[in-house]
């Protein structure tokens, strides 16, 4: 299986956009900005939780909510707050919202059949 990534803009509360280079990871809970990235759109953190890294290690990191828009739609989402070093993951709760899912044959995106039962 290979890496699917997928261009973003992200929006904090201040209007101010900045764009990025998402990689998909249906494994992230959350959808994950670099450290320059959520500080240069001005977000704040709202809370702390903690989270498990692939090989188990906890790591507590801060939590926020911006916008974000995608070729497949935009929306609202909970974002945390990466610290220097760490990359841009698109996780599955902001892939929910928006609709997408990820088609792991061919390493797209592609519209979710939605439901309401």
Not at 11 to 31: C, H, M, N, Q, W
């Amino acid at each position: 299986m290979g890496l699917t990534f997928v261009e973003g803009v992200v929006k904090g509360p201040s209007e101010i956009e900045a764009p990025v280079r998402f990689l998909v990871d249906s494994g992230a809970t959350y959808t994950l900005l670099p450290h320059d990235t959520w500080r240069a759109i001005g977000l704040t953190p709202k809370r702390t939780l903690t989270f498990s890294l692939a090989d188990g290690t906890p790591v507590e990191r801060r939590v926020s909510a911006c916008h974000l828009a995608l070729d497949q739609g935009e929306a609202h989402t909970p974002v945390v707050l990466g610290e220097p070093g760490d990359e841009a993951l698109l996780g599955i709760v902001t892939l929910e919202i928006l609709g997408p899912v990820l088609n792991p044959f061919n390493r797209t995106l592609q519209p979710m059949r939605m439901l309401l039962a």
